[in-house]
């Protein structure tokens, strides 16, 4: 078959889609997730050939693509009051809702089920296609059937030429995992593929939401699919991937010492890497990783990579679904080097961070108070003395020793003050906690904590597989710091603003436990150690 090439910025390209759709062709669009290969979503001659095309089976159903909300009525039974508040709150975009359908909804779009999945895209030329055809459109990813979906116009063509009717060019995809999807035909709404729209946000929307078992974990043979989709392997490359659970430091060694793959990994990671890298995305910055997940998982192939290994992404937020579909690429192949965990303990002044490490402690821990190893006689080595004389003036050191309160005098004058002190002290205090860790290890604990107010500041964060961050609100922060320290409430007020502000910590966090008044502690860390614990 001839495969024309459409351009998006072209409205005349744009009409000629819309002509191809009406005439029960397929065109190839893109979308602001991944590329989709659209058809007429009532018609179920046309939608037949769009499983051929993919080489899909026809018991996965498709999304049905819209550009207005009101268009939603006419494909359902009816549209609860659960739908109306998801769409006001995020269409258009990456969120897919599941209803009963109507009967306009053929059986091959809907695989046979009677529900159907719709979506409203925000893309600009999606939305103008639609409009031009006139119709809901069928879209399912345009990708071969278990090959990583298409989030580049390369993708599409190298998947599709020859296999449909035209292929429309609207550059990069800005999302690029597929959408939200979620199911409202139940009684509890429920999570059946993370994306864009992420659970945090959908629970605010919507209260109760419940994660399918199949976002997070392998299927087991002969159990039912809620989305058929996820029972099949998906967003494979070629190449055997393994997710490493580790910490960057431990990833970067183990990767380096194996020396056999190349490496899927963190920007901030790269620099410790000896292998071909793949980098996808800040660590603590789930948008980006989604954002070039895909092509990396395409460069494989192009390649010709027969093995590489991938950084864990954070499970919050957008890392979800990034976690969802890179342990498919995987095919669920996880490994823990090490057989053991390094959490980071962190948050502002006066949150709890110290409480809640003394819960871990008790749950059978290895804690490192990072503080007490900041007071440590040995990271102030006569090396390091000599450094803060130079910097701070020879007033900090009195007879060969620290003057602790001439140096906190005039190293927390000013942020630079506060640099300088830092990259004079953190290296030394780093090399002591790894002594720390050493120990812990050695003891044979599986899950160390390091306890540590500047687990960022001191790139202590490299050394941890997960972070826990522990908040609280501003006013009751206040409060234990004044009845803690004894402070003055001006001096406590400044000790509070000179800390990052806002989501600093929340945004780097594997879990945030909230420990504003009547917050159950216990609750919380019996939950995340739960979630820690092997499958
Ligand atoms: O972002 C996206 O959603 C992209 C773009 C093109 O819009 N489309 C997409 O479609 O990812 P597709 O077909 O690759 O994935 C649709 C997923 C499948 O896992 C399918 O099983 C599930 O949605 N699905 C569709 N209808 C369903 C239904 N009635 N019940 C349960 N799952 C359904
Ligand atoms: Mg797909």
New binding site residues.
Partial sequence: METILLDGQNAQDIRRAGEILQKGGLVAIP?E????LAGNALCGETVKKIYQAKGRPSD????V?INKTEQLASLVQEVPESARKLAEAFWPG?L?M?LPKSSLIPPET??G?S???V?C?SHPVARAVIEAAGLPLA????NLTGRP?PTTFAHVQADLTGRVDALLDGGDCQVGV??T?I?LAEETPRL??P?GVTLAQLRRVLGEVVVDPAVLHRMEEGQRA?????KYKHYAPAAEVVLVDASPEEYADYVNARGDGWALCFTETVSRMEVPVLPYGGRYDGASQAHVLFDALHRLDVQGIKKAYAQMPSKRGVGLAVYNRLIRAAGFQVINPQSHHILGLTGPSGAGKSTVGEILRRQGCFVIDCDQVTRSPQVYDAACLEELAQAFGPEVVQNDALNRQELARRAFSSQKARARLGEITFPRILRQVRACMREGQEQGFSLLVLDAPTLFEAGLDGACSRILVVDAPKEERLRRILRRDGLSEEAALRRLEAQPSGDFYTSRADWVVENGPGADLEASVAALLDDLRPE
Avoid: D, F, K, Q
Avoid at 226 to 230: I, K, L
């Fill in positions: 979308t997730t991944v590329y989709g996965n159903p498709l999304i693509h990456p897919t599941i809907s695989g089920l529900t159907v999945a979506r895209p879209a399912p990813s345009a979906s597929e959408s999807v199911t059946l593929r994306g809620a989305s058929p989709g996820m």
